[in-house]
């Protein structure tokens, strides 16, 4: 069985089809993408179909935190990642399975109604206060998994490999929560293989915390164990996020951490380096040539006060760049695309920073930001969309033309006004492989999310 769309503005990797018809069969996949109207019923869409986005990094509970910790005292006058680090670590002490998945359903439900279809989940809380093992090895991971079942959000788990307190470091009583064994990491990165029987929409990858929380050897076994059951899978792991970072990696191995990737491990298409915000000269070279993924988390990188990344200078390179919502003070794919093009803007102080002239073409930013990073985020999480193409996972987004972002413009500029300009979210539909999980902006199960996350907070709070 398969349905025909008629989208009255269907984007396409080198422009848009209007009206663009779209086949999707049974299982989700786009049949066939083009101008023809092919035989058989049509069901009209009007407005602006786009791809779904993947968000290349979050970490779901951190949502729990976004708007506490904006506040300093005279004992902490001075904030900054570590100090937010503190306040973050006194959520996972308080962290139940129950809380997990309850604040991954609002997370995800978020994601989809601003027009993201999957996620890469950075997760890293895998074990009871004091580090003991849940009954199922597999327990927060699970939740994880069912939050995006619920909710229909694509999902790569990246479960996170953690072992140390900083180099050479022990690790803190919170940390114990998030460490194993490379043996015991590789078997959970197998359990969790399995549960892609259950769940079509479900990639697993591996993730190193950082290079202070995973030593080389440890590293370099965990790369191999994860290779050996799939040669492709993707590899994450947060990079350069502070001087700090850059500092401590640089005394303790002798190289700045993507220096030190590109010398030790190697990179590769199939990486993603979150944040990677100080880079060198040679690293953005080198890093860009590999065909790795910076992956941006602009509104987290700002509220944590990191720095700017060199977009233009890695964008000229060549270089692959996505965007993660991290820590979630935002869950907006405009939001995020906007502060990464607008705070370049005033750092530069002038307009259109990452898009070039070219001879003969209007190029323009927000279609250029909205492009590169589906391709990035498609790149990292493997989901097997990112394209409205034939053979592709049919995720598809329908931005309402009646919204007061988007009146008065035509599919040359939609893509401007949503991601550069205006407050209101003009998602309105979301398909995620075929099937329709927001409709009119909302979705079918929004109120129970809600209930669920309102008694999570209140746990969360009185506890
Ligand atoms: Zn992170």
């Known amino acids: 069985m398969t349905t025909i769309y008629e989208v009255e503005h269907l984007h396409q990797p080198n422009g848009w089809l209007s009206p663009g018809y779209l086949e999707v069969d049974a299982e989700g996949v786009i049949l066939s993408v083009g101008a023809v109207r092919p035989e058989g019923p049509v069901k009209r869409l009007s407005g602006f179909g786009v791809p779904g986005l993947s968000n290349l990094h979050s970490h779901a ?17 001075e904030d900054n990642l570590w100090t937010w680090r503190e306040e973050m670590y006194r959520t996972v002490d308080r ?3 129950e809380a997990y998945e309850a ?10 109604q601003f027009g993201m279809t999957a996620v890469c989940e950075f997760h890293y809380v895998h074990h009871q206060a004091g580090g003991k093992s849940y009954v199922n090895a597999a327990e927060m991971s699970d939740r994880l998994i069912a939050a995006a079942s619920r909710t229909g959000l694509g999902m790569t788990i990246l479960p996170v490999l953690y072992a140390h307190g900083g180099i050479g470091k022990p690790v803190l ?15 959970l990165i197998e359990t969790l293989r ?19 929380a995973v030593a080389p050897d440890e590293a370099r076994a965990a790369l191999a164990g994860m290779r050996a059951m799939d040669p492709r899978a993707r590899l994450h792991i947060h990079v350069s996020e502070t001087t700090h970072e850059v500092e401590e990696v640089q005394a303790g191995l002798g190289a700045r951490p993507v220096q030190w990737l590109l010398d030790n491990v190697g ?18 070279a080198g890093a860009a040539a590999s065909g790795a993924v910076a992956g941006l988390c602009p509104l987290t990188e700002a509220t944590m006060g990191d720095g ?33 093009e607008c705070g370049k803007r005033l750092e530069l102080r002038r307009r259109n920073v990452i898009a070039r002239p070219e001879a003969g073409r209007e190029i323009h ?27 592709r996972r049919a995720d598809l987004v329908m931005l309402d033309p009646d919204s007061p972002v988007l009146l008065g413009h035509g599919p040359d500029t939609a893509l401007d006004a949503w991601i550069l300009s205006g407050t209101r979210n003009p998602v309105r539909d979301v398909m995620v492989a075929g099937r329709w999980v927001i409709q009119g902006g909302r979705h079918a199960d929004e109120d129970r999310i809600l209930n669920d996350y309102r008694a999570a907070m209140s746990r969360l709070k009185t506890k």
């Open 173 to 187: 009583e919170t940390q114990k929560r998030f460490v194993h064994s490379v043996d015991g990491y590789l078997k």
């Open 365 to 391: 930013s927000g279609r250029l930001l909205f492009d590169t990073a589906l391709a990035g985020g498609e790149q990292c999480s493997a989901q097997g969309g990112g394209s409205l193409v034939a053979g």
């Open 194 to 212: 399995e549960r892609r029987a259950a769940h079509s929409n479900l990639q697993v990858g591996l993730a190193l915390h950082s290079l202070r």
């Open 267 to 284: 990179l590769g298409s199939e990486w993603c380096l979150v944040h990677a915000t100080h880079l060198d000269d040679s690293e953005i």
């Open 103 to 112: 604040i991954a359903a609002l997370v995800y439900m978020e994601m989809l």
């Open 308 to 340: 700017f990344f060199p977009l233009v200078e890695w964008h000229a390179a060549g270089g692959n760049w996505g965007i993660g919502t991290d820590s979630h003070y935002s869950t907006s794919t405009a939001e995020e695309l906007r502060i990464l």
């Open 95 to 97: 962290l139940t399975p």
């Open 61 to 77: 509970f951190q949502r729990s935190l976004a708007g506490h910790t904006e506040f300093v005292t005279a004992a902490r006058a």
